[in-house]
């Protein structure tokens, strides 16, 4: 059951073929099975058989929803009442949440079945989940391998058939690095198109949640349930929710494809390269037209994205403070001493390491030098997005410049670990949408191509992708000892 | 190197952030070749360029002035570390 798709699972919970509670109990089976993977920070056994339970009354009232009764899993980022929320972190390893994001808000009332809370790197910041308080999370294909962060749990309990789909959210490339690392689906939407309530901030210009899953069509339901104006984040965008399944098969006849040389040069791995090349070719078959573009300014993404996410992180990690939740150190001494010492103990490394680069670009006489700079060069890739896209309907590239590295290969030297997301990070910045489609295997491990849109253009992304995945079938391949 | 260690200890202070005296090194390390990666900024002319705070460039949205929350405070408290009488305990701030 499985390796079938939301689709699929779908349809046998209306034919009577199978159960939610049977589904569900299948999952919770499997997850105990693959614990060795370490995809999931919790597991909701009780309350997931409870949802299963309402489920399958109202399928058998007629009053469901596509997700009803589907087992998911939330990344562990996003607040769930009453249950653990623990970001990665050791800072909030004892925190309950008193709420529901908007997001798991929105899922419960599909009727989606919550399997439980899934590892991550800690508060989102890592490209590999090696950074979570909770331990590193193993990549199914090859399990010396990370699977990406830092969604890594989503992207592996989608992978490993842990989950039918899962949340994640974006911030630099979180969603789309560990899909194309774990050879799922995922996308990540136009910013302000998923509610951030309830969603524990990092960098908060750029985080954005979004669906994961085993296709195209897939990732278009969850993203229907998940998108939406909030009242409750006041940077959500008012714009009405198009039906993301309707166009999934339209003709790609004369879709314009710009390929940036700047994606294509010194960094990117051969074999990487001939992959993302065959694809290309499957999209020319499909009736589309490919046009060299030039993005000068991509290659200033990185910097830029390293000052303004470590700003708005110390900004936003002040919270943590050991008086009103998360870990607070043992008998302070005095107020300097309760701060310094629960934000010291219950912070891991990089978060620091990139708490103490935001204080110090935000610090006097700084600023004018990085932030403010960092969010001019910001305005300058928007805009050469801006004037692709005056010319093309959609860019085209690489997620990652090589396939999983090993656990351990990049811990030692964070700006190595930085650059691994030298792809994602310029569309985040821009606030544009995004995704990563499984494209092919280099030596056993999966390979993502990249799709990026234009502002709200994710059903016109969903449609390129599930076309792609029409006439190739590189998102059924299943990890071994997964089957 | 951009940074020293005594840059670090100041700026760990200024976030009120405890790292361990070993640590220093390899912070200021990391830290000195983040700030050399950012140096690539000044190559792009920004001049008259406006910041970008929001994709959308949009404003902050603003509502009525109603009470939407409840409160919560009890609720709340059950998950601070130390509370006594409805509030939260911190060491002795005033001698």
Redesign the interface.
């Known amino acids: 059951m499985h390796t079938k798709t939301l689709t699929e699972l779908a349809q046998g919970l209306r034919t009577g073929e199978f159960s939610s509670i049977e589904l569900t109990q299948a999952f919770l089976k499997r997850i105990k099975q693959h614990n060795h993977l370490n995809a999931y920070i919790t597991v909701t056994e009780e309350l997931a058989l409870q949802n299963a339970k309402d489920a399958d009354l109202r399928l058998s009232n007629d009053k469901a929803d596509l997700l009803t009764g589907i087992p998911i899993a939330q990344k562990d980022i996003f607040c769930t009442l009453n249950i653990k929320t623990s970001c990665g972190s050791k800072m909030l390893d004892?925190?309950?949440a008193?709420y529901n994001a908007t997001v798991v808000e929105k899922l419960n009332q599909a009727g989606a079945v919550m399997l439980g809370k899934l590892n991550m790197d800690e508060f989102a910041m890592g490209s590999s989940n090696e950074t979570s308080h909770f331990g590193a999370v193993k990549n199914p294909w090859n399990i010396n391998m990370v699977p990406g962060g830092s969604s890594g749990g989503s992207a592996v309990a989608v992978s490993a058939g842990l989950a039918v789909c899962a949340t994640g959210t974006d911030t630099g490339g979180s969603i789309r690095q560990p899909a194309a690392l774990c050879g799922i689906t995922g996308l990540k939407p136009?910013?302000?198109r998923v509610s951030r309530y309830g969603m524990i901030a990092y960098a908060s210009?750029l985080d954005q949640g979004g669906p994961m899953a085993r296709n195209a069509e897939d990732t278009a339901i969850l993203l229907q349930a998940m998108a939406g104006f909030d009242?409750k984040d006041?940077?959500s965008?008012n714009i009405p929710v198009p039906n993301y399944c309707s166009g999934l098969n339209n003709s790609l006849d004369g879709l314009k494809i710009g390929l940036p040389k700047e994606f294509f040069g010194e960094g990117l791995n051969n074999d990487v390269a001939v992959i993302l090349e065959t694809a290309i070719n499957e999209y020319r078959k499909l009736g589309a037209e490919i046009i060299e573009i030039s993005m000068p300014?991509l290659?200033?993404a990185?910097?830029?994205y390293?000052?303004i996410a470590p700003a708005e992180c110390?900004a936003n990690l002040?919270r943590f403070?050991?008086?009103?939740?998360?870990?607070?150190c043992n008998n302070?001494?005095?107020?300097?001493?309760?701060?310094?010492?629960s934000?010291?103990?219950g912070?891991g490394?990089e978060v620091?390491?990139r708490?103490?680069?935001g204080?110090?670009a935000l610090?006097a006489g700084y600023y004018d030098a990085?932030y403010?700079?960092?969010?001019?060069?910001?305005?300058?890739i928007?805009q050469d997005f801006k004037n692709s896209f005056t010319k093309v309907d959609v860019i085209m590239g690489p997620v990652t410049p090589t396939t999983a590295f090993g656990i351990g290969d990049k811990m030692d030297d964070?700006?190595e670990m930085?650059l691994s997301d030298i792809y994602t990070i310029a569309i985040n910045l821009?606030?544009?949408p995004a995704m990563s489609i499984p494209a092919g295997f280099v030596d056993g491990m999966p390979v993502g191509i990249q799709i990026i849109g234009n502002?709200f253009a994710e059903d016109r992304l969903l449609n390129i992708a599930h076309q792609y995945q029409h006439v190739t079938d590189w998102h059924q391949h299943t990890p071994k000892g997964f089957e | 190197m951009p940074?020293s260690a005594n840059?670090?200890i100041k700026?760990?202070h200024?976030?009120?952030?405890?790292?361990?005296q070993q640590?220093i090194e390899s912070?200021t390390k990391?830290?000195s070749?983040?700030l050399d990666?950012?140096?690539?900024?000044?190559?792009?002319n920004?001049d008259n360029?406006?910041?970008?705070?929001?994709?959308?460039d949009?404003m902050?949205?603003l509502?009525t002035d109603l009470i939407t929350e409840h409160n919560?405070r009890e609720?709340?408290m059950t998950?601070?570390?130390?509370v006594e009488a409805g509030f939260?305990l911190?060491?002795?701030?005033i001698e």
């Open positions: 004892n925190f309950i008193p136009t910013y302000g210009s009242e006041s940077t965008v300014t290659k200033l990185i910097p830029a390293y000052v110390s002040s403070d050991g008086v009103r939740y998360g870990y607070r302070p001494i005095d107020l300097t001493d309760l701060y310094t010492r934000r010291g103990e912070f490394k620091k390491r708490i103490l680069m204080t110090y610090s990085y403010l700079k960092a969010q001019k060069i910001r305005r300058l928007s964070p700006i930085y821009a606030g544009l502002y | 940074l840059d670090v700026i760990a200024l976030a009120r952030l405890g790292i361990n640590d912070y990391d830290l070749s983040m990666l950012m140096t690539q900024m000044s190559e792009l920004t360029v406006e910041p970008m705070a929001h994709p959308m949009q902050q949205r509502r919560n609720e709340f998950i601070a570390p130390q939260y911190v060491p002795k701030v």
